[in-house]
């Protein structure tokens, strides 16, 4: 069973910087298409970024030449490099490892808080 532990949310000031990781477990994260998702209050959860079995990316016009998603598989893990953070970036954001099989068995995360806040 595929299981992924995220940590490094929290609280920092407009303009800071802020870094995410997602340990995944029961797999690796080679195989697999992972995905950093976001949901704001009362907002729908949006795409952040992601990375492919082949290292491509791709990025939400939002957090362009601002995030900056990788992952280190000697260590099974995902990041999400986040810098120039703005109170928009507020959110509980979520790594997800997606299923071949679809969406429906896509495996996520806990989710971490990040609050953007002076």
């Known amino acids: 069973q595929v299981q992924l532990v995220e940590s490094g949310g929290g609280l920092v000031q407009p303009g800071g910087s802020l870094r995410l990781s997602c340990a995944l477990s029961?797999?690796?994260?080679?195989?697999?298409?992972m995905g950093w998702y976001r949901q704001a209050p009362g907002k729908q959860r949006e795409l952040v970024a992601k990375?492919?079995?082949?290292?491509?990316?791709t990025y939400a016009d939002s957090v362009k030449g601002r995030f900056t998603i990788s992952r280190d598989n000697a260590k099974n893990t995902v990041y999400l490099q986040m810098s120039s953070l703005t109170p928009e970036d507020t959110a509980v954001y979520y790594c997800?490892?997606?299923?071949?099989?679809?969406?429906?068995?896509?495996?996520w995360g806990q989710g971490t808080q990040v609050t953007v806040s002076s």
């Open positions: 997800c490892a997606h299923s071949l099989s679809g969406a429906r068995y896509d495996s």
């Open positions: 029961g797999s690796r994260v080679s195989v697999y298409t």
């Open positions: 990375v492919y079995s082949d290292l491509s990316t």
